[in-house]
């Protein structure tokens, strides 16, 4: 497996995360996994949320690419969620355009990650962000 750091895009001012991914590529399919830890309160700079960079760019075949995601709020919303970080059809494929999760407020509807708590409101341990999966390089 190889090192890479990913990172948080469409943030709002300052990123108060920190970034480690492992990748592993093999016949052209890019296998990974990254983390992205909230040590900071960490905002979206719109709606659209959160997206995160990739270790090497996905090929783009005019379909959506769909990842893994999970959320682990620890203190900030002590919950784990489950949900999916998509690569659209129209990307560079670079990065994922969006981090989403379940919501509780619309049953099982996915939810744009928008906020990450970080040190805000108290919260004593940091909210970690999980994706993983397997693509075509570019």
Do not use: C
């Not at 709606?47 to 682990?72: E, I, N, Y």
């Amino acid at each position: 497996m190889t090192a890479w750091t990913p990172k948080l895009t469409n943030v709002a001012g300052r990123d108060g995360t920190k970034g480690h991914g492992e990748y592993a590529e093999a016949d052209g399919v890019v296998t990974f996994t990254a983390m992205i830890v909230a040590k900071k309160e960490t905002k979206a700079a719109s709606s659209a949320g959160f997206g995160l960079t990739l270790p090497v760019p996905v090929k783009q075949s005019g379909a959506r690419t769909v990842f893994q995601l999970s959320l682990d709020g620890r203190d900030a919303d002590e919950g784990v969620w489950s949900g999916e970080a998509l690569v659209y059809a129209g990307n560079d494929g670079t990065t994922v355009d969006r981090l989403r999760v379940t919501g509780a407020e619309n049953g099982a509807a996915l939810e744009n990650v928008t906020f990450l708590y970080g040190d805000a409101e108290g919260a004593k341990k940091a909210e970690i962000i999980t994706v993983s999966g397997s693509y075509v390089r570019a």
